[in-house]
């Protein structure tokens, strides 16, 4: 007879409360394989697949996709004894139930414990012994699953979602042109500009209104995270920003020389790299820059490492995924582990543990054209670099204005750890660091 048991939504990071769940890899009637991912969710740091602990069949889907559910809701039911190999139980098992009805501890480092649960029977129908875990005569009648509009569970990435989200799109609507009937982007877009059938959504999902022109959006998942981050943040740390522009054409000529060496061939080194590394090597000159405030403990604590936070935008929304050690990095090490934390970011996988626990950030907003900033400090940390655009313009060299590649920076700082004279070393170091990159030698 059949066995069932409910697989829960996990905890997959300290505090987490909740979670939306993006899309369905298996649909009723699927057979399993223990580990096998199953749902992708996304909680207020990140994008996460869940693999199920156990093998079998799965009968039933307890949500559908852009529901938010709370940690420990069952939200999968499977059959783990699908032939029913498992002896039928003639009476109620004693208090000491036997190892084949304990609860199956999940084999992924993660997760709420297992729920041992029956199918709901009939109404009427004799209630099963609580302690049994095989279905006995009668059989229960299946409870209907949660079947998605459209009758299917629509495949997408996370940045496809955000662009459907975004376009006002229904994913339930499209059929995808990818292998296995994967959504892509094109197909969004195409739904979007009315070149495919089934781009219309109603006004309730979209949360467009057409009578007053508005389109409203829930605050969750990245969005509701990095809101009460800030808040937080601004409304604790009394900020401080301080600017400096400096002339960084050795530090762009200094970068074509690495272009051509063996070193660094195939590496790709930005105006991050080096800040990244002129970050690392002026916070060791300056401890204060690199340690919190503790207003529980009452402490500041100096912190004898650097993991640094690279601010990224991605579909989901703004992130802060940390190089772990880095101020123990060479320039090449750092450039690789950049582009790493770059591309994991930008396909929506970085992990919430890869966001946690940084000593100081930085944000470039040069990216976008924008000369400057006055960034706000992540929660746990006391200082946060902003990198502007780097742009010809006059400057007097020798006491002859030339053209010249110009940098501005910005550094805000928590006044209750850091002085203003500790944040204006912190920040001429790294100024001088990426004016003259041999610099470096001297630190």
Not at 47 to 58: D, T
Not at 113 to 119: F, N
Request: net charge negative.
């Amino acid at each position: 007879m059949p066995t069932y048991k409910q697989f829960p939504l996990a905890d997959t990071a300290e505090g987490l409360t909740e979670a939306d769940i993006l899309s369905w890899h298996v649909k009723p009637g699927d057979t399993v394989t223990v580990n096998q991912i199953v749902v992708e969710i996304e909680t207020a740091k990140a994008a996460v697949e869940l693999p199920i602990p156990w093998a079998g069949v799965v009968t039933e889907l307890h949500v559908e996709p852009g529901q938010t559910v709370e940690v420990g809701t069952p939200i999968l039911t499977i059959d783990v004894d699908p032939g029913g190999a498992a002896a039928p139980v003639a009476a109620p098992a004693p208090a000491a139930a036997p190892a084949e009805e304990e609860e199956m501890k999940p084999l992924v480092g993660y997760g709420s414990k297992a729920v041992v649960t029956q199918r709901r029977a009939r109404k009427g129908a004799e209630p099963a012994p609580v302690a049994a875990v095989v279905a006995a005569p009668p059989a229960p009648a299946p409870v209907a699953p949660v079947t998605p509009r459209g009758g299917y569970v629509p495949l997408a990435k996370p940045p496809v979602r955000k662009l459907a989200k975004d376009l006002g799109v229904d994913l339930h609507a499209l059929t995808g042109s990818a292998d296995g009937g994967v959504i892509t982007r094109e197909d969004v877009e195409r739904a979007a500009n009315g070149s495919a059938p089934a781009a219309a959504v109603s006004t309730v999902e979209s949360g467009y209104d057409p009578t007053t022109r508005e389109r409203r959006v829930p605050i969750k998942g990245v969005r509701k995270m990095t809101a009460a981050a800030m808040v937080q943040s601004a409304y604790t740390a009394p900020h401080v920003t301080e600017f400096l522009t400096i002339d960084v054409t050795p530090m762009m000529e200094f970068r074509e020389k690495l272009k051509k060496s063996r070193e660094f061939a195939g590496v790709k080194v930005t105006p991050l790299t080096f800040a990244a590394k002129a970050v690392c090597l002026a916070a060791k000159r300056t401890p204060d820059i690199n340690a919190v405030w503790d207003e529980q403990a009452q402490e500041i604590v100096y912190k004898d490492y650097v993991h640094l936070g690279i601010a990224a935008a991605t579909p989901r929304g703004l992130i802060v995924p940390k190089v772990r050690d880095a101020d123990s990095m060479s320039l090449k090490e750092l450039a690789q582990a950049l582009t790493v934390l770059t591309e994991v970011a930008r396909e929506g996988k970085t992990s919430p543990a890869d966001m946690a626990n940084g000593t100081i950030t930085i944000t470039n907003v040069g990216v976008f054209g924008v000369d400057t900033g006055t960034p706000i400090i992540n929660p746990g940390e006391s200082a946060i670099l902003c990198l502007g655009a780097i742009k010809d313009q006059p400057w007097v060299v020798d006491g002859e204005i030339k053209v010249r590649k110009v940098l501005q920076l910005s550094l805000s700082f928590d006044h209750r750890v850091v002085d203003g004279q500790q944040g204006s070393e912190f920040l001429a170091d790294v100024g001088a660091l990426l004016a003259d990159p041999a610099m470096a030698m001297t630190y």
